[in-house]
Structures are given as structure tokens and as C-alpha cells.
């Protein structure tokens, strides 16, 4: 059962009930008060993707679910900092500013790219899968490393990189 100011797991422990801290500086380690503690925890988005602060899942060391907190602002500020921290390492998305070319060969396809930060090329496997479309126009591509590129609309895009875009997916 879940309810505001909970995180939802087995026990129903109390959003003041978690304990988020680094130790040593590059593990993330977790402690539920009443419970257990566990020495190294993954942070992931749950689902949709699109909704950054809520459901976000705890997982342990062999990847299973914890706990997961239903909405960030039910934690304290120091908590909350290192969730999103972690949230950025692990979502890190590059905005797509121009599409420079694509190419596609067996379900894959090749992409050379302009981001916020720079020139890039990138390969996505099975664009039915991973060419996500969490609005209308704004698209999300997920390579073969997880790593993330945005089109915010591709209506704003450039003709050329929109059919581009148009013409794969």
C-alpha cells in the first residue's frame, strides 16, 4: 500500500525511513530504518521515462527491486539530491540539433548527429524498439550503448533532418 509520504515496498517504510549516502565516495549505499541496509543500490526510472521525479525504483547489487519512491518531493533535500544526481549520470541525453545523415542496413541504423554537445554518431538496433516517442512530435533514441539522444519536435528540426527522420521511422 502506498500513500503520500511513502515508499512503496513490502514494509511500506516511511519516506523518513530512507537513507541515501556515499561510502565510499563512488558507491551509493541505502538503508531502510526497521529494515536492512544495502551496500551498493542502483536508482532507475520506473515508468514512463518522461516523468523524471515519480516512481522512481531502488534496486540492489543483483538488480532486483528494493523499494520504489513514488514521488521524489516526499524525501528529505539531501536524499533527493542524490537520486537526481544519479538520475543524470544514468539518463544523460543529448539534444539533437541537426540530423547530418542516417543510414540503415538489417534493422540497424547509423546516425551522425549534431547535439548540445557536439558532433556525434551513434548506432540504433531495432528502431521499433528503441525510437520512442513519449509525445507527439518529441523523440527519444536510445543507442546501443543506453545512451540517450532527444529531438524536443522534430516540426522545429531543419527539412532536411526532419525527412531524414520521416523517412526511417
Same mark, same amino acid.
Given at each position: 500500500?502506498?500513500?503520500?509520504?511513502?515508499?512503496?515496498?513490502?514494509?511500506?517504510?516511511?519516506?523518513? %525511513?530512507?537513507?541515501?549516502?556515499?561510502?565510499?565516495?563512488?558507491?551509493?549505499?541505502?538503508?531502510?530504518? %526497521?529494515?536492512?541496509?544495502?551496500?551498493?543500490?542502483?536508482?532507475?526510472?520506473?515508468?514512463?521515462?518522461?516523468?523524471?521525479?515519480?516512481?522512481?525504483? #531502488?534496486?540492489? %547489487?543483483?538488480?532486483?527491486?528494493?523499494?520504489?519512491?513514488?514521488?521524489?518531493?516526499?524525501?528529505?533535500?539531501?536524499?533527493?539530491?542524490? #537520486?537526481?544526481?544519479?538520475?543524470?549520470?544514468?539518463?544523460?541525453?543529448?539534444?539533437?540539433?541537426? !540530423?547530418?545523415?542516417? *543510414?540503415?542496413?538489417?534493422?540497424?541504423?547509423?546516425?551522425?548527429?549534431?547535439?548540445?554537445?557536439?558532433?556525434?554518431?551513434? !548506432?540504433?538496433?531495432? !528502431?521499433?524498439?528503441?525510437?520512442?516517442?513519449?509525445?507527439?512530435?518529441?523523440?527519444?533514441?536510445?543507442?546501443?550503448?543506453?545512451?540517450?539522444?532527444?529531438?524536443?519536435?522534430?516540426?522545429?528540426?531543419?527539412?532536411?533532418?526532419? *525527412?531524414?527522420?520521416?523517412?526511417?521511422?
Amino acid at each position: 500500500m502506498s500513500s503520500t509520504n511513502q515508499i512503496t515496498n513490502s514494509n511500506s517504510i516511511p519516506a523518513e %525511513g530512507i537513507s541515501l549516502f556515499r561510502s565510499p565516495p563512488w558507491a551509493l549505499r541505502l538503508t531502510l530504518r %526497521g529494515d536492512r541496509s544495502y551496500p551498493k543500490v542502483k536508482i532507475v526510472l520506473a515508468a514512463p521515462l518522461s516523468y523524471t521525479d515519480r516512481f522512481i525504483s #531502488i534496486l540492489d %547489487g543483483k538488480d532486483e527491486e528494493i523499494c520504489m519512491i513514488e514521488n521524489l518531493a516526499d524525501l528529505d533535500a539531501p536524499t533527493r539530491t542524490l #537520486i537526481e544526481e544519479e538520475l543524470d549520470k544514468r539518463y544523460l541525453t543529448s539534444i539533437v540539433k541537426t !540530423v547530418i545523415s542516417i *543510414r540503415s542496413e538489417y534493422g540497424t541504423s547509423y546516425w551522425d548527429v549534431d547535439t548540445d554537445r557536439g558532433k556525434r554518431d551513434f !548506432v540504433v538496433q531495432n !528502431v521499433s524498439e528503441n525510437a520512442l516517442w513519449p509525445a507527439d512530435r518529441r523523440l527519444l533514441l536510445i543507442d546501443v550503448d543506453g545512451n540517450r539522444f532527444e529531438v524536443p519536435n522534430v516540426d522545429e528540426l531543419d527539412e532536411r533532418s526532419q *525527412r531524414m527522420i520521416d523517412g526511417l521511422l
